[in-house]
């Protein structure tokens, strides 16, 4: 067999990383028409990457040997945030450690505990919303969700340490342009954007090295549902619970992967609901029946149609010979969740909003990817479903959301997530009463 690498666009790796930086989904979109399902984009500083839009091949990434596709590597420049400990960012048998001591914090019944939690987070939020004038929802959404990790993650409940961490977390997870993403060379850290991404970050882990030796000595740690409760108290294989720095790293991690992403979910589902009137009200009448298996639907169409996150990266360790490709160690895989769930070859109509696609149906995990798969599948997925269900039926119980024939909000890239470019605006028309709700139900 003839081997050759795949084909991509033949420009200098700057101007492909301007045309990604200045509109990712078209140079993607245009790449893949182009070069079919296998093509390569070559960044300066990070490399070259293979977009795979082919199940077949996607499975054998999220399948294949952690060893060979390393989804910490591909992700190093994020370490400057997240920690050199975080989950992100590590590999092979340090990132099965951590992992399983963190994963029974995010089975079904943990994340299930958090409800009643969440419910009373939802219902501070929506009191504040106006009355018959449009809003941006997407920063109503940033604060729900990160209240609700401050909550039920980490488990704050003290009032004046939820106004430190409200203040000093968003400004550690704000990444000004991917330029800071570039490990700099050292003596440049003490200098300009590094120097000020380093001060936030210290100010924001004091915090949170704060509440973990709080955590550590509350005479209620065992009765406590958080998940950083949970990681406390839990022990690995060998018997050694998880130290304070790496327990400091997984908590900047769950806020920078957990909040942001489900609030751009959660965004662009109101958004998708408020184009389509007839989907709306049988939305609104869902949540007033709590009908799960359709706000579910609801949530995994909303994924399906508008992805939160475009691609997820291994770097390889070895040589691969991928079909008639030969890929070289050291470049990144990306997956495209995008690209196989807008294809017209798994999906009828796969621009349209049909929640009933996945209506008692469950998803084919190869066609459906929001998560991403194998054993970096993401780790609050089950989390993300449930608050995102959750977040539909009470705000739907509590308000009456007015449809709108405003055009689609195009989608936009932010950093590594994509969200809805006027912020999803919406309009409440009016508060549902409890007697009113009492009766629909
Ligand atoms: C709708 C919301 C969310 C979306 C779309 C999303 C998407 C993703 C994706 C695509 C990955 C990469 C998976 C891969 O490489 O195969 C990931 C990883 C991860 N996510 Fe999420 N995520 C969401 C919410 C959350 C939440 C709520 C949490 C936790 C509170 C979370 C924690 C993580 C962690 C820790 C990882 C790294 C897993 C590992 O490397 O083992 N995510 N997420």
């Not at 951590?98 to 939802?122: N, W």
């Not at 949530?299 to 390889?316: A, H, I, T």
């Not at 009456?400 to 809805?420: C, F």
């Amino acid at each position: 067999m003839v081997s050759a690498p795949p084909p991509g666009p033949p420009l200098p790796a700057a101007i492909q990383a301007g045309l990604i930086w200045l509109d990712p989904i078209r140079f993607v979109h245009t790449c893949h028409r182009r070069y079919g399902d296998v093509f390569a984009i070559r960044i300066p500083v990070i490399g070259t990457l293979v977009f795979l839009t082919n199940p077949e091949h996607i499975r054998m990434v999220t399948r294949g040997d952690p060893a060979i596709f390393h989804a910490g590597e591909a992700a190093a420049p994020l370490a400057q945030v997240v920690g050199r400990h975080s989950l992100l960012v590590i590999d092979e048998d340090k990132h099965r450690r951590s992992r399983s001591l963190m994963l029974p914090a995010f089975h079904g019944d943990s994340v299930r505990r958090q409800i009643a939690e969440m419910i009373a987070i939802i219902a501070e939020e929506v009191a504040r919303w106006p009355v018959g004038e449009p809003f941006q929802l997407y920063p109503r959404m940033q604060r729900l969700t990160l209240e609700v990790i401050l909550r039920t993650v980490i488990g704050v409940q003290d009032r004046h340490r939820l106004a430190a961490l409200r203040a000093a977390l968003p400004p550690m997870m704000e990444i000004g342009s991917p330029v800071e993403l570039i490990p700099p060379p050292r003596v440049l850290l003490r200098f300009g954007m590094w120097r000020r991404r380093a001060q936030r970050r210290a100010a924001a882990v004091e915090l949170l090295n704060d509440e973990v030796r709080r955590c550590r000595a509350d005479p209620r740690l065992e009765q406590r549902t958080d998940a950083l409760a949970m990681l406390v108290r839990s022990v690995g294989s060998a018997g050694q619970p998880m130290p304070d720095d790496e327990l400091v790293d997984q908590l900047v991690t769950l806020l920078l992967a957990g909040h942001d992403t489900t609030a751009t979910a959660l965004s662009w589902a109101f958004e998708r609901l408020t184009r389509h009137p007839d989907l709306l009200a049988r939305t609104a009448q869902a949540a007033a029946d709590g009908d799960e298996a359709w706000l579910d639907a609801v949530c995994k169409e909303s994924l399906r149609v508008r992805p939160v996150v475009f691609e997820f990266g291994r770097k390889l360790t070895t040589d691969l010979q991928l079909g008639r490709y030969h890929l070289p160690a050291g470049v990144i895989l990306a997956p495209s969740i995008n690209l196989v769930q807008h294809s017209s070859r798994y999906y009828a109509e796969p621009d349209a909003f049909q929640p009933q696609r996945f209506l008692d149906q469950r998803p084919d995990p190869a066609v459906w990817l929001p998560f991403g798969g194998g054993v970096r599948r993401c780790l609050g997925a089950t989390f993300a479903q449930v608050e995102m269900r959750t977040v539909l039926q009470e705000v739907l119980r509590r308000v009456e959301l007015a449809a709108t024939m405003a055009p689609d909000e195009p989608v936009r890239a932010r950093h590594v997530t994509m969200v809805p470019r006027q912020g999803a605006v919406v309009t409440v028309r009016r508060r549902i009463t409890a007697d009113r709700l009492a009766r629909a139900s």
